[in-house]
């Protein structure tokens, strides 16, 4: 046989694999779909006409206590409090956790909240760094600021989960804008269940859109590819990926960025681990864990309507050090808990949830990988299989993009936050794009991810923010004053 | 076996199709929500203008005020039932001498008729629509009660709500009875709904509690505790003996909302109890009640191995004034360490910035 006729016989086995996994996932999928379908359907109707305000003046409603860790954010601090603060929830604390800044943090919060020492007795059930001094505000009774040595987000989390007095925790990032009502929105699943251990809401993304005093007052598209992309991705990941698991087996993300948890469970499971770049899902792994494990609450439930809002990276630079770090974590976290995978003692986290992340999460940008390149490979060779090819494209790309298609049809039917004929066929030309060349580059990090997990590398990178400024409106840029930016930014 | 050619092109098709009718709908439906929205602001606005007319026209002569009624009617029957419903619950509480107006527009537009109609749908989401509807509008006073027995949770709930509103002894008893039934999905609302009835609802809480205990007993003491009545004196001292731990901690809780000499000698005794969470119960109670008397056996619990009873009983004794602090002062020197550390915690703490301290502590 010629290298050819080996290669041609090589292809032809292995892509029917390839094509037989996409089936496999996009079929996955939709049922993941049907299922987000039906939540919302559900959903909506429960909320529909609901007097939330109500809650407001109940004695019965649990405490919560809003952690928000904080390192060198002197610049965004300040409004960042004050939106906390403002939160429309009759029985809150907020325990803003300086975790050794190096910057004016502390001060900026010293010259507007009017701090004072306190010296709660307080049991530390967490091991810790050192905590420094506490304070609560004059002004705002309900602030209290603990300052502590530097030991990382996980461990500023813990400090704060030592000193927190609520029922339930709500795990937040300093700079994570929160919608005014969305405790009340969160705190529902608690009020009428007693198996929940978690509710997570949506995130979505803040860049564009016009931000005034802690809040975002205007939602709207942002001006670069790379933001837009992360748009419909977003909306993918929340209102269809973690919507959809609440009928079917719970789920096994919440957002770091914003979560809300029973106090008990996690102390009793000993607090946020080190040493993981995947906290958020780590937590939320183990939590679950222990819930089968102790029989005790084990449903982490998706809230599609509170919202949080929170910026997200336009340079490929920064996006690609991110989605490495996420991929890596999530790697981490599966095979830190590999026992759940397909046992039964777990039910359907074990059968059915961490299979998915396993498979489908985890694997897909492998399998994808060897599919594109094997079509690329198979060109060169001349051994390229035309019609394999195109059906790998309608089945990988095509799909996701019908996908992406019905969520956003989800989000115009039940939240409609784009208002503006603009805004809507911009996300409807970010979701037709998204799959040529963005998720390419996507599976590209998310393959550097695997290999950096499987290297053992444990590193974090830099993050930059550009922050929150008031956006102007559309007409500006109608009338010639801003130049709208459509591609890559550098 | 190979793929067909006509196989894709189905497949390119189909996609193609699905992708254009979706765009389609995107952009139809968000110009149907922004032509919707406005047209609903327009009519609200209108109806708040009648509104405001016929306030005035109340001022007018008997036959001029009946005649400018009818046609008033009217208009409001001819809005949907949304604008209806928007009118109604921003006006209620607004713009008062409402009132008689609003009873007899729900009254005459059907409003309450198509919510009661709605309580008797097979859907649980109408009738979840009708209860809510008449929630805010105050009525139902023949189909609410029923929902209470809802098959779906969200519905009782609403139906809670609404009880809540109509406090009485028969509805609080039918409120209790729901804590017992099984999943106790709105057991919130339940609570909720006795704490807002207020003293409605003692005669039936003490009933409750009187009976023989059970689970619920821990939840329902703690309504009792913010209500208070001298009638929960009695369960609460029984329940005080009670085999579960969680029911003496919470009847602990309801003796020092009550107070008293009774209450005080049964939390002195439960301050030895074998379970750390009623011991703490205990102290925060004769904390709260500021009982000097109890500072010996308070200074004792200072020496309790339960972190919890050795904070809440420093506490009690900070509360409890001058004796405490004296007794704490002693205690710094004691010989076991734990009730040292304690000590000086609860000493260390400023007295300025009192209310502060209270709330951090």
């Known amino acids: 046989m010629s290298w050819v006729e080996i290669a041609h016989w090589l292809f032809y086995r292995f892509e029917w694999v390839i094509l037989a996994y996409f089936l496999f996932v996009n079929t996955m999928y939709l049922v993941l779909l049907i299922s987000a379908w039906a939540a919302m359907l559900e959903h909506r109707r429960v909320v529909k006409g609901e007097f939330r305000w109500k809650l407001l003046g109940s004695s019965q409603i649990p405490r919560i206590s809003v952690l928000a860790p904080a390192y060198n954010e002197g610049a965004t601090i300040a409004d960042s409090l004050h939106a906390f603060l403002t939160l429309n929830y009759p029985n809150l604390e907020i325990i803003l956790v300086n975790d050794g800044s190096k910057d004016k943090t502390m001060e900026v919060i010293k010259d507007n909240f009017d701090l004072t020492s306190i010296h709660p007795i307080y049991q530390r059930r967490i091991e810790t760094k050192a905590v420094r001094a506490l304070y609560a505000s004059r002004r705002y009774p309900n602030l209290v600021v603990l300052d502590k040595e530097n030991g990382g987000k996980a461990d500023a989390l813990n400090a704060a989960l030592n000193l927190a007095t609520g029922q339930l925790v709500c795990v937040v990032d300093s700079d994570t804008l929160i919608e005014a009502d969305a405790l009340l929105r969160m705190v529902r699943p608690f009020l009428m269940g007693e198996n929940v251990l978690a509710v997570g809401g949506t995130i979505r993304v803040a860049n564009g859109s016009r931000v005034e005093g802690g809040r975002v007052t205007a939602p709207r598209m942002p001006r670069s590819a790379l933001a837009g992309f992360q748009v419909v991705e977003y909306l993918r990941s929340f209102l269809f990926g973690r919507l959809g698991w609440n009928k079917m087996a719970g789920n096994l993300i919440i957002s770091g960025a914003f979560g809300l948890f029973r106090r008990d469970s996690v102390i009793a499971i000993g607090g946020y681990a080190h040493h993981t770049v995947g906290e958020d899902m780590e937590i939320v792994a183990r939590l679950r864990r222990h819930g089968y494990e102790n029989k005790d609450a084990n449903k982490v439930i998706f809230i599609p309507d509170p919202v949080a809002w929170t910026e997200v990276p336009e340079s490929p630079r920064v996006l690609a050090r991110q989605r490495d770090r996420w991929h890596r974590g999530l790697a981490e976290v599966l095979w830190r808990h590999r026992q759940v995978m397909f046992n039964y003692k777990y039910g359907g986290l074990g059968l059915l949830v961490f299979p998915f992340f396993v498979l489908v999460e985890l694997v897909a940008p492998v399998i994808e990988a060897i599919g594109v390149l094997g079509c690329v490979a198979g060109w060169l060779l001349g051994a390229m299989n035309v019609p394999f090819a195109i059906c790998f494209f309608l089945f990988a790309y095509g799909y ?16 409609h936050r ?26 590209w990090w998310r393959l550097k991810g695997l290999a950096g997990f499987l290297s053992g590398r444990k590193t974090w990178g830099h993050m930059e923010r550009k922050g929150f400024q008031a956006q102007p409106p559309a007409n500006a840029r109608a009338a010639g004053k801003l130049k709208p930016h459509i591609f890559f930014q550098k | 076996m190979g793929i067909s050619r006509e196989f894709i092109v189905s497949l390119i098709r189909g996609e193609a199709w699905v992708l254009l009718a979706s765009a389609i709908f995107l952009l139809i439906h968000g110009a149907w929500i922004r032509w919707h929205r406005r047209r609903d602001r327009r009519l609200l606005n209108k109806a708040y ?43 209620d509480r607004a713009i008062s001498g409402t009132q008689e107006w609003l009873s007899r527009l ?16 097979v859907f649980w989401w109408r009738r979840l629509e009708g209860a809510r509807l008449l929630t805010v509008m105050d009525a139902g006073q023949s189909v609410m009660p029923d929902l209470l027995q809802d098959p779906h949770p969200t519905v009782r709930a609403q139906a809670v709500e609404w009880a809540s509103l109509h406090p ?25 709904g006795l704490t807002r009835m207020g003293t409605h609802a003692a005669g039936a809480m003490v009933e409750f509690l009187s ?36 029911i003496r901690a919470g009847a602990a809780a309801l003796l020092g909302a009550l107070g008293g000499s009774e209450s005080v000698n049964a939390l002195l005794a439960l301050l030895r109890d074998s ?18 008397p109890a500072t010996p056996l308070l200074a004792e619990n200072l020496r309790d191995r339960s972190w919890e009873v050795r904070r809440e009983a420093g506490l009690a004794l900070r509360a409890v004034g001058s004796p405490g602090i004296l007794m704490l002062r002693r205690l710094l020197a004691d010989k076991d360490h734990f009730a040292a550390d304690m000590a000086k915690q609860v000493l260390d703490m400023p007295t300025g910035d009192r209310e502060l301290q209270e709330q951090w502590t």
């Open chain 1, 400 to 415: 996701g993009t019908l996908l992406s298609m019905f969520v956003l049809l989800m989000e115009e039917w039940s939240y």
């Open chain 1, 418 to 443: 784009y208002d503006t004929l603009r805004d809507r066929l911009l996300l409807l030309l970010w979701a037709a794009l998204e799959n040529l060349g963005y998720r390419q580059l996507t599976v």
């Open chain 2, 49 to 91: 203008g009648e509104l405001a007319a016929m306030l005035d026209h109340t001022k007018a002569g008997e036959r001029e005020a009946h005649s400018n009624r009818r046609r008033d009617s009217a208009f409001f029957r001819g809005l949907p039932p949304r604008i209806l419903i928007k009118l109604i619950v921003e006006t």
């Open chain 2, 106 to 121: 729900k009254r005459e537009t059907g409003l309450v008729q198509l919510a009661e109609a709605y309580c008797s749908s």
């Open chain 2, 168 to 192: 009485s002894q028969k509805l609080a008893e039918k409120l209790l009875r729901l804590l017992r039934d099984g999943a106790g999905l709105y057991r919130f609302a339940v609570l909720d």
């Open chain 2, 211 to 246: 009976g023989p205990s059970e689970e619920s007993f821990v939840l329902v003491m703690r309504v009792a505790s913010s209500v208070a009545g001298p009638g929960f004196l009695k369960p609460a001292l029984t329940l005080s003996q009670d085999p579960s731990a969680p």
């Open chain 2, 275 to 292: 379970a750390p969470e009623v011991r703490a119960a205990a102290a925060r109670s004769l904390g709260k009640l500021a009982q000097w």
